[in-house]
């Protein structure tokens, strides 16, 4: 008997159960020593029974099995091992409630004396000794899981359990006979009592109750009906969600059902599908028949049929995506909807989990008009279009490098129309339009066709994820997750930035990539993966840009980007749920391990918090002393009425700087190379005409950049050398 007792402790009421669960404790356990047998003959058929003399088998600590390195009783490669452990029950009625906890490779079928009481990838009513198991299936536990839940049937309490001494027996399967490369038999029996005695041993570290569990977060429950799941396709499930409001024990005695249907679901991510064991999923919402999609609500979600459950693991504070969609919807711009809950696959608990919107086209999220395959031509063909530059295959690839990387240029991907429903015209026509924004950036005035690049884009849209991704100084800004979307023309037509997406790895949270766990700097600048395109730092030699950026941070920062308001809204969240913290890191004990890039082990939850909060509160002081520009109007739509001229422009490398008769005593000049560079600092007095020569600095025909600064003004100036 475990002499250290963890009472948890459930007040719920079941239909099936006629009495409440004071606590839980756990009768058989998985390493217990066990009578096992392995052999080329099926064992006598009373082997399951009480009564079975099983004095001539081997003893052994589960797991019995092989392979790799996972098991306490190591087995040469056989097809199957049969397995007995006799326990002794107290007080029968004090029971209420059995629960089985297995993980196993690949199949097994469980009795309770000579009855069968649970089976996971075996047929037949007494399986041979030589039949394969119907699936493969890896175990869980070596590789940081917890084994599958089985609720066992209130009539095999009643009828086959016993005061005094009971026998498990338990035969588990290989898939491929003797060819399989693992075996794994870890087993556990488990029940909830009545009364507040203490009769047999302490629940495991992992154990959580599936069917008696409470939570103040709402609680989703996934059954896969026997499936694994995979990246693609998506597969055939079911989802319950009970949730009783904030603050409201979940599960309690009139649990509230939110949801309670049909799904499809399968595996998201790029490298955190690979990286990490706690997976992201997709799911959609489903008919009777799992046949069409539907549209559902829950959980004061709009209406829609397609989510995403992300699970938070190198994120260790579990909220750096909730944070930052709060801002961008702070910010008046659309960014997914999230609710914490926690999360149950298979009856095993996978921990704290944030439903989102999967970005797509709805009057809910990306507000645009439908696009049909047949309209292409007139206002129809304008739009509404979602673009995306992330992984993956472009439809185009840009024709300007990257603003750092001459050899490289960013590919655009068209999420919406999806391919198989969009026109080649409607390419065409997404693709041209960029295109001529691109060429508006790359031009020296910023006009193509007689437009400026700020009559193709929503610059206001621009600003925004310009702030996004530097005060998150997210490592994937600019070159990943990054998506666009555009409108028909009579709904105003211009390219928008966003919605935004993917900031688990920001706010200080990766150590990699010059620096971009550290306060200072800017991203959109210098970057070490290369792949920023190239109008991000053109943005910052049109005046006008530069401005309107100073405009808005300092609108931002009176109100949503204020420490205060970011500070207390952490707090909520924590507190929203601490409850479930500690079921969450017993789950994934990631606190004082580094988990891939994490660039610091704090070792508590408390420190991943305050981090955060540091991270945020500098980086905003930074950004308030360093923002360039100032806020004042503009002289008409497109251009800022310096306090210098700069000419010749273009020119060979002689210039001028003219302070227009101010006397601005002492300067900093910065002249940045093609590839972003910082080629020349020098100190200068700035009054009356400056002449420089940079003939030697701008060696090669191409664009420059001069930045200005003193203590009074911040300019920068795009400078084309012929």
Not at 80 to 103: G, N, Q, T, Y
């Amino acid at each position: 008997m475990r002499v250290s007792i963890c009472i948890l402790t459930y007040i719920f009421i079941q239909t099936s159960i006629s009495a409440q669960i004071n606590h839980f404790e756990t009768i058989v356990y998985g390493d217990d020593e066990w009578s096992y047998l392995v052999s080329d003959a099926d064992p006598v058929s009373n082997w399951r029974d009480l009564g079975f003399d099983d004095s001539s088998w081997s003893k052994g600590n589960g797991s019995i099995g092989y392979g790799d390195g996972d098991d306490l009783t190591e087995l040469e490669p056989c097809q199957s091992v049969f397995m007995r452990r006799e326990f002794e029950i107290i007080d029968k009625d004090d029971i209420s409630h059995l629960i089985f906890h297995a993980d196993y490779d690949d199949g097994f079928v469980a009795y309770l004396n000579g009855q069968e009481i649970v089976r996971s990838n075996m047929v037949g009513q007494f399986p041979n000794f030589n039949q394969d198991a119907t699936d493969l299936r890896e175990a869980e536990m070596y590789q940081g899981g917890i084994p599958i839940e089985y609720n066992i049937d209130e009539a095999i309490l009643n009828n086959y359990l016993t005061d005094g001494v009971n026998i498990l027996a338990i035969q588990t399967h290989n898939f491929n006979g003797t060819n399989s490369s693992d075996m794994t038999s870890l087993y556990w029996l488990s029940a909830g009592l009545k009364s507040e005695d203490i009769s047999y041993g302490e629940v495991p570290d992992w154990f959580s109750s599936n069917n008696f569990f409470q939570s103040t977060l709402p609680i989703v429950r996934i059954n896969t009906l026997g499936q694994q799941i995979p990246d693609e396709p998506s597969i055939n499930a079911l989802m319950e969600i009970v949730y009783n409001g904030p603050n409201a024990l979940n599960d309690s005695q009139e649990p509230a059902n939110e949801f309670s249907g049909n799904i499809s679901i399968e595996l998201r991510g790029n490298s955190s599908q690979f990286l990490f064991p706690k997976n992201n999923f997709g799911i959609e919402t489903k008919d009777a028949d799992w046949i069409e999609d539907i549209d559902t609500s829950f959980l004061n979600f709009p209406t829609e049929e397609d989510w995403v459950f992300h699970g938070p693991y190198s994120d260790k504070t579990l909220m750096r995506n909730v944070l930052v969609m709060q801002i961008a919807q702070d910010m008046g711009n659309y960014a997914s909807r999230t609710q914490f809950v926690e999360l149950f696959i298979n009856g095993s608990y996978w921990g704290i989990y944030v439903i989102m919107e999967r970005i797509k086209r709805d009057k809910n999220r990306v507000d645009i008009a439908k696009l049909n395959p047949e309209e292409n031509e007139g206002d129809d063909l304008t739009g509404g279009y979602i673009l995306r530059i992330d992984w993956g295959e472009p439809n185009w690839i840009s024709q300007y490098n990257f603003a750092n990387n001459p050899s490289e240029a960013p590919g655009f991907q068209i999420v919406y129309p999806r391919n198989d429903d969009l026109s080649f015209v409607q390419e065409q026509y997404i693709q041209s339009y960029v295109d001529s924004f691109e060429n508006a950036m790359a031009s020296p005035d910023h006009f193509f066709a007689g437009k400026h690049y700020s009559e193709y884009i929503d610059v206001n849209s621009f600003i925004d994820r310009l702030v996004l991704n530097e005060i998150s100084k997210n490592v994937d800004g600019y070159r990943l997750s990054e998506y666009f979307h555009k409108d028909k023309d009579s709904n105003g037509g211009k390219l928008k930035a966003g919605p935004i997406w993917d900031f688990n790895l920001a706010f200080g949270n990766a150590d990699y990539c010059n620096d971009v766990w550290e306060d200072y700097g800017w991203i959109y600048q210098d970057f070490c993966i290369n792949n920023t395109p190239f109008w991000w730092r053109e943005f910052f030699t049109d005046q006008d840009f530069v401005n309107q950026l100073n405009c808005r941070w300092q609108e931002l920062r009176a109100e949503v980007l204020s420490f205060d308001y970011l500070d207390s809204f952490i707090d909520e969240k924590v507190e929203e749920i601490n409850p479930a913290l500690q079921r969450n890191f017993s789950r994934w004990p990631v606190l004082d391990q580094f988990v891939w890039p994490n660039p610091e082990v704090t070792g508590s939850y408390e420190s991943e918090v305050e981090n955060l909060k540091d991270f945020l509160s500098a980086r905003l002081s930074w950004m308030d002393i360093n923002m360039p520009g100032s806020c004042v109007t503009s002289i008409d739509e497109h251009l800022h009425q310096t306090k210098f001229g700069l000419f010749p422009n273009p020119n060979n490398g002689m210039l001028n700087i003219d302070s227009k008769g101010f006397n601005y005593g002492l300067a900093s000049l910065k002249l940045f190379g093609p590839l972003g560079n910082l080629l020349d600092f020098r100190k200068v007095e700035l009054s009356g005409i400056l002449s420089l020569n940079y003939s030697t600095i701008m060696e090669e025909a191409g664009s420059y950049v001069l930045e200005i600064q003193s203590d009074e003004l911040s300019e920068i100036f795009r400078i084309i050398k012929m």
